[in-house]
């Protein structure tokens, strides 16, 4: 774990060196004070000496002004170092779960990763900047005021043989108890957020249902469990102080026993007394710092350990079967899709390779570069599954898919996604203005074909109506357009890439039959050279594709044109005739 995390705390590691020395120094000097106020009570109160007692009273306020200077110099680096260590650990998540294929990120929920990337890596930072003081500070003035209390007095410190064994045994034992807890406070803040998530996104199914008081129940329940495991975890550290408190009175009370004989025998000076109890109190001090780090570090291992799973999960799928070709100028380029073309060659899938069950079973298609395609077929056929597998998202378990002429592996992923674009069946709009939107096909793209863009996707339509036209701001999620209007947003930005080729998963549900027909006609004039896979559940919406495909429990069941499969497709040609009822029924 540590050698999965250091290096993100390197570019600071000499900011923590000089954090560590600046502690030392500031505990150094704060110990030196006790002997400086223990002579002017053994020399200067007891001589009347006034000039001794002026000298080492100035000589106190300079050391407090040098432990001050160290202080203040070891909570800057401690800062800069903690912040700094929990910018990077941020960065590195965010980027490696960017580089994560579908497979990878279903493995952590959203809610989990977003606590991964805040919550947990709040946790780290903030403990790397109390343990650069407390955890060299507390060892320090520890090690240091036992051997200056030893010198004091040899007899009075074997109090610290009962002392500290019992501090040990009690931190020991806290921690054990502890840990545990707060791994499991972890994964009920998770589901709390998972939760608020869902939410929040589905804020208008929850209230055109009005679920509202499930929601709130379910809120409350996982709510409920988080206290519970968050009182349980902080339990044990509440318990912590009032253990260490009662021996360190323990252990005062017995000092001025034992000590106050001794001062009364006259075996010890009533100033050295005073800088024993000084000591004392430094090391229980320091002890009880030790003990509260320690604390603190038990969640933080849980986090890290979480942060380790995320940077440690490696991408299922990479670029290192990527071919390189010769440029014109003979240097080596990475692969380019030369056209359209598709073929699956005997494709199986499934999403668990240890799963018996196939999603995808022996798919055998070719298309040509410039067709147009269309797959029908009943919920769960696999049909989102199958044109995932062309931009890689996720990667073909047997068999192989290619594009243009050649493997997809052969491809690194930036080539063969520019040339692959995909309109999503749930569309996703960014927050900002629609230009901003558009601008993900084409950061280039002028005025012109942005608008050649919305016009095929026929969005100009409410554009044109807008007071901002593409200026327009579109609120978190695309908020301020309707679902038909936000899936034409979508097309016009995957046309805007002029790709290869074009996959529409269901992408004109939200509109109606006139818009979609205009939708095809844009496609067919403007987009001839791409080849276009429409997936839909409207028959008209692809009755006129070259090629047809009908799928039914991961399998191919039929393929040909509107006409080849009336004849030949009793799925296709039931789905057709309801239907074109429902049509007639409706009218």
């Known amino acids: 774990m540590l050698k999965t995390l250091w290096p993100h705390a390197r570019p600071y590691s000499k900011w923590i060196c000089l954090g560590v020395l600046c502690s030392a120094a500031e505990a150094v000097f704060e110990l030196l004070i006790p002997l400086v106020m223990s002579d002017i009570v053994d020399i200067g109160i007891a001589n009347g000496d006034q000039d001794f007692i002026l000298r080492k009273g100035i000589q106190m306020v300079i050391m407090a002004m040098v432990s001050l200077c160290f202080g203040l110099g070891g909570a800057t680096c401690s800062s800069i170092a903690g912040m700094g260590f929990g910018a990077n650990l941020r960065a590195a998540e965010y980027d490696h779960i960017q580089d994560y294929a579908f497979s990878n990120i279903e493995k952590f929920s959203t809610a989990s990763l977003v606590t991964r990337l805040t919550n947990d890596v709040n946790n780290l930072q903030m403990t790397l900047m109390f343990a650069m003081r407390l955890l060299v500070r507390a060892p320090v003035m520890l090690v240091a005021a036992l051997f200056l209390s030893v010198r004091i007095s040899y007899q009075l410190s074997n109090v610290f043989l009962v002392a500290l064994p019992l501090l040990v045994v009690s931190v020991a034992l806290i921690l054990s ?25 589905g804020i208008r199914v929850v209230k055109s249902f009005v679920r509202e008081d499930h929601e709130r129940e379910k809120f409350a329940k996982r709510n409920l469990d988080l206290k519970s495991n968050a009182e349980k975890a902080f339990g044990m550290v509440v318990i912590n102080m009032p253990i260490m408190m009662l021996i360190v009175y323990g252990t005062i009370i017995a000092v001025m026993w034992f000590g106050g004989q001794m001062v009364y025998a006259g075996s010890l000076e009533a100033g050295k007394l005073i800088t024993f109890f000084t000591y004392i109190t430094q090391i229980m001090m320091s002890l009880m710092m030790v003990s509260m780090i320690f604390m603190m570090m038990t969640r933080s291992i849980a986090c890290a350990r979480r942060i380790a799973e995320v940077l440690r999960e490696k991408p299922a799928i990479t670029n290192d079967e990527a071919k390189l070709d010769t440029g014109a ?16 060659d005997h494709v199986s899938f499934k999403y668990d390779l240890t799963s018996p069950e196939w999603i995808l079973r022996d798919i055998d298609l070719h298309i040509r570069s410039g067709q147009t395609v ?42 063969l996604r520019d040339a692959v674009s995909v309109v999503l069946q749930k569309n996703t709009l960014f927050s900002g203005t629609i230009r ?57 930005r995957a046309i805007l890439k002029q790709p290869k080729v074009l996959i529409l998963d269901d992408s004109t549900s939200a509109v109606d039959t006139a818009t979609d027909a205009k939708i095809r006609k844009a496609f067919a004039n403007e987009l001839k050279d791409t080849t276009k896979i429409i997936i839909a559940q409207r028959v008209t919406s692809i009755c006129e594709a070259d090629l047809i495909l009908v799928m039914d429990g991961g399998r191919i069941v039929a393929q040909g044109t509107h006409d080849e499969l009336m004849n030949n497709c009793d799925i296709y040609r039931e789905v057709y005739q309801s239907q074109q009822e429902g049509v007639s029924i409706g009218g």
């Open 177 to 201: 108890k502890a840990s545990p807890r707060f791994r499991a406070m972890q994964e009920k803040t998770d589901a709390l957020n998972l939760v608020v998530q869902e939410n929040l996104t």
């Open 329 to 344: 100028d003979g240097s080596k380029v990475p692969a380019e899709v030369k056209n359209g073309s598709i073929d699956f």
């Open 374 to 415: 269309g797959i029908l077929g009943g919920t769960g056929s696999a049909k989102t599954t199958l044109v995932s597998l062309i931009p890689r998202l996720y990667e073909a378990t047997e068999g192989t898919v290619e594009v243009g002429g050649r493997p997809v592996a052969d491809y690194t992923m930036e080539h």
């Open 436 to 492: 901003e939107n558009l601008l993900w096909g084409n950061p280039d793209a002028t005025e012109e074909q942005l608008w050649a863009a919305c016009r095929a996707a026929c969005a100009d339509e409410f554009l044109e109506r807008m007071p901002d036209g593409l200026d327009t701001d579109l609120g978190q999620g695309g908020v301020n357009v309707s679902g038909g209007q936000k899936q034409r947003l979508c097309i016009a």
